[in-house]
């Protein structure tokens, strides 16, 4: 029986005022019956346009009848044939903009919820199987794989099905990547992410943490070390700054070292775990995307009064998710728009004291297709706060292009690859996520890792 209904399903969360304060999940998922009316609004279309909306190409219209029949194991193991991740993607890909964006039943009403199906039979399935997940027969070759963020997984997980003898080299001591130190708990809950990494130890891939590649192992030893073919997935861990006066004070982050303090090294449970993180009153977090929605959130989480989202441009242009914007101005998030970052002003301590910033105007479109901000003269004006967090973005860490001769790479850091195979100008080593891109998104990487095990695969056979 269909569902006409012009809306989706409304998502249960965690009350704004009282998840401000803590770092539960704050969308709490659907119930049986919620999925099922969800998926009885699928029209299950003939040309089916999600699926070519989706990086990994997910047999959406397929895994959503499963879950309008009752059938979630199905469900579950329908999305895993093509995607390595599903109660990962499930929570943070922008599916607004991929899948539901060319969802048939979206030019009347609201698309189907595809992303909230998607972590409804992933969650299914964890709370109710054992994962039966066994490592295929071995081939008997080698292939390294660098960095365990989403591109590293999935070309990790899908040389294991192959066959293929795979082992993760990571920088820290966690694996995951940006998925445990970048994505915050109350969107993504790292227990989840950890049963990921799991699933896939049981395909047999070896992880080794702690392996810096280009200090400790150069990507010239891991072939003298019998490794056939590399793939690089270091994603992008270099944050960019202002370049403004005072960004080297006390009390200003990068948002990647905020994050990282936050999540990896879990400071909001701080003494029980080592690491601390300075949280101001008053703290202002510089940009637009879901980084910096995800600094400001966190922020709010670790006990600052005030909060705000400084961003030079007006809501329409911002990056972030709409879901993001919509959670943060729920939770107090203080949003100062077409305002721009001058300097940041210290006390005789060196310590944050305010920022100056200036008032910014729309102009003409410029070659990104968003209108430009320009100064407004004589609109200086500090805003008091003690912390800054810059959340302007972030570009591929030179470590490994600046060791590994004949690496060929962009301007601005990103690896240069074959756009077909994703073999970069070294003979065997590929790269892919954002490493290559700069920084993107969560699915997007995890396409690349899956092209890139495919192109590694005809590579080694033919060699």
Same mark, same amino acid.
């Given at each position: 029986m269909a569902n006409m209904s012009l809306k989706k399903v &409304? =998502?249960?969360? %965690?009350?704004?005022?009282?998840?401000?304060k803590n770092f539960k !999940?704050?969308? *709490?998922?659907? /119930?049986?019956? #919620?999925?099922?009316?969800?998926? /009885?609004?699928?029209?299950?279309?003939?040309? &089916?346009?999600?699926?070519?909306?989706?990086?990994?190409?997910?047999?959406?219209?397929?895994?959503?009848? %499963?879950?309008a029949n009752r059938n979630f194991e199905e469900a579950y193991q329908k999305i895993k044939e093509t995607n390595n991740l599903p109660a990962v993607c499930g929570r943070v890909c922008p599916q607004e903009n991929q899948c539901e964006s060319v969802c048939t039943r979206g030019k009347k009403g609201e698309p189907v919820a595809i992303g909230r199906l998607e972590r409804f039979a992933a969650d299914w399935y964890m709370k109710n199987k054992e994962d039966k997940v066994e490592a295929p027969k071995k081939i008997g070759r080698k292939v390294a794989v660098i960095g365990s963020g989403p591109a590293g997984l999935s070309c990790a997980g899908d040389l294991a099905k192959m066959g293929y003898d795979t082992t993760i080299f990571e920088?820290?001591?966690?694996?995951?990547?940006?998925? #445990?130190?970048?994505?915050?708990?109350?969107?993504?809950?790292? /227990?989840?992410?950890?049963?990921?990494? +799991?699933?896939?130890?049981? *395909?047999? @891939?070896?992880? !080794? $943490?702690? =392996?810096?590649?280009?200090?400790?192992? $150069?990507?010239? +030893?891991?072939?003298?070390m019998g490794y056939e073919a590399v793939f690089i997935g270091t994603g992008a861990g270099l944050p960019k700054f202002m370049g403004i006066p005072g960004e080297n004070l006390n009390g200003v982050y990068s948002a990647n070292e905020f994050l990282t303090r936050i999540n990896l090294m879990k400071a909001y449970d701080f003494p029980n775990n080592p690491t601390p993180v300075k949280v101001g009153k008053k703290v202002a977090v510089v940009g637009g995307g879901n980084v910096a929605m995800d600094a400001a959130r966190s922020a709010k989480r670790m006990g600052a009064d005030e909060v705000y989202i400084v961003y030079r441009r007006s809501e329409e242009e911002m990056p972030a998710r709409l879901e993001e914007i919509h959670h943060a101005k729920e939770e107090g998030i203080i949003f100062k728009l077409l305002t721009n970052?001058?300097? @940041?002003?210290?006390?005789?301590?060196g310590?944050?004291?305010?920022?100056?910033?200036?008032? =910014?105007?729309?102009?003409?479109?410029? &070659?990104?297709?968003?209108r430009r901000p320009i100064e407004e003269k004589g609109s200086e004006h500090v805003i008091e706060v003690d912390t800054v967090i810059i959340a302007i973005g972030q570009s591929p860490n030179p470590l490994i292009t600046s060791t590994t001769e004949g690496l060929e790479k962009q301007k601005w850091g990103g690896i240069i690859v074959n756009e077909d195979t994703l073999e970069t100008s070294r003979k065997g080593v590929f790269a892919g996520g954002d490493a290559v891109t700069g920084a993107a998104t969560v699915i997007l990487a995890m396409g690349a890792g899956k092209k890139a095990a495919a192109s590694i695969h005809k590579f080694l056979s033919e060699k």
């Amino acid at each position: 029986m269909a569902n006409m209904s012009l809306k989706k399903v &409304q =998502m249960p969360e %965690q009350d704004p005022n009282v998840r401000n304060k803590n770092f539960k !999940e704050v969308a *709490l998922g659907y /119930e049986e019956n #919620m999925a099922v009316e969800e998926a /009885e609004r699928c029209i299950q279309c003939k040309n &089916q346009p999600c699926v070519s909306g989706c990086p990994v190409h997910v047999q959406i219209p397929d895994f959503i009848k %499963q879950i309008a029949n009752r059938n979630f194991e199905e469900a579950y193991q329908k999305i895993k044939e093509t995607n390595n991740l599903p109660a990962v993607c499930g929570r943070v890909c922008p599916q607004e903009n991929q899948c539901e964006s060319v969802c048939t039943r979206g030019k009347k009403g609201e698309p189907v919820a595809i992303g909230r199906l998607e972590r409804f039979a992933a969650d299914w399935y964890m709370k109710n199987k054992e994962d039966k997940v066994e490592a295929p027969k071995k081939i008997g070759r080698k292939v390294a794989v660098i960095g365990s963020g989403p591109a590293g997984l999935s070309c990790a997980g899908d040389l294991a099905k192959m066959g293929y003898d795979t082992t993760i080299f990571e920088a820290f001591h966690t694996p995951g990547g940006v998925l #445990m130190y970048g994505i915050p708990e109350f969107r993504l809950p790292k /227990e989840i992410v950890q049963k990921e990494i +799991d699933s896939l130890k049981k *395909l047999g @891939v070896k992880i !080794e $943490t702690n =392996m810096v590649i280009g200090k400790i192992l $150069t990507i010239d +030893d891991l072939f003298e070390m019998g490794y056939e073919a590399v793939f690089i997935g270091t994603g992008a861990g270099l944050p960019k700054f202002m370049g403004i006066p005072g960004e080297n004070l006390n009390g200003v982050y990068s948002a990647n070292e905020f994050l990282t303090r936050i999540n990896l090294m879990k400071a909001y449970d701080f003494p029980n775990n080592p690491t601390p993180v300075k949280v101001g009153k008053k703290v202002a977090v510089v940009g637009g995307g879901n980084v910096a929605m995800d600094a400001a959130r966190s922020a709010k989480r670790m006990g600052a009064d005030e909060v705000y989202i400084v961003y030079r441009r007006s809501e329409e242009e911002m990056p972030a998710r709409l879901e993001e914007i919509h959670h943060a101005k729920e939770e107090g998030i203080i949003f100062k728009l077409l305002t721009n970052p001058v300097r @940041v002003i210290g006390d005789e301590s060196g310590n944050v004291k305010g920022i100056e910033c200036v008032n =910014m105007v729309l102009g003409e479109v410029d &070659q990104s297709g968003r209108r430009r901000p320009i100064e407004e003269k004589g609109s200086e004006h500090v805003i008091e706060v003690d912390t800054v967090i810059i959340a302007i973005g972030q570009s591929p860490n030179p470590l490994i292009t600046s060791t590994t001769e004949g690496l060929e790479k962009q301007k601005w850091g990103g690896i240069i690859v074959n756009e077909d195979t994703l073999e970069t100008s070294r003979k065997g080593v590929f790269a892919g996520g954002d490493a290559v891109t700069g920084a993107a998104t969560v699915i997007l990487a995890m396409g690349a890792g899956k092209k890139a095990a495919a192109s590694i695969h005809k590579f080694l056979s033919e060699k």
